[in-house]
């Protein structure tokens, strides 16, 4: 299994016409899988948040992700995760939440992810709702 216990998060990554992915939240060995969106849910592979500018990613209990550009720093989406345990100069400290630009995990893969900051899921709604009521 690419899931180890407990899974604490699932979260939608939107692209047209189906395509995107399931993020999936692996608490026990600290990972994220991902399936593609669309067929039988391919499995695509695993990601961890490894120590950078802060510390790393580990016993995260929920995650967000989204293709839509923010601002100046998360320009290709953002994933973001709540992070449980947390080291500040060698100490214990209290959980946060850590940000990570949506294009830095789709580049590490063989064949990237798609990055579509174009795509907005809510525009597709409003759509199939105007055509359903049109067709009545």
Known sequence: SHIKKNLQGISIYYAPEGAGYLI???QGNDSYAVYRRQGRNTFL??????DGEVDGVSE?????????PLNS??????FIVQDAEN??????????????????????YHAPLIVDT????????ETEILEMSQTR
């Open 118 to 125: 174009t795509y907005q899921k809510a525009q597709e709604e």
């Open 60 to 68: 995260s209990s929920g995650i967000a992700v989204t293709n839509l």
């Open 73 to 78: 720093k998360f320009q290709k989406g953002l």
């Open 45 to 50: 592979g695993s990601f961890k948040i490894g």
């Open 87 to 108: 080291q500040t100069d060698g100490l214990m400290d209290a959980q946060n939440f850590k940000m990570v630009d949506w294009e830095a995990i789709a580049q590490q």
């Open 24 to 26: 999936v939240s692996s």
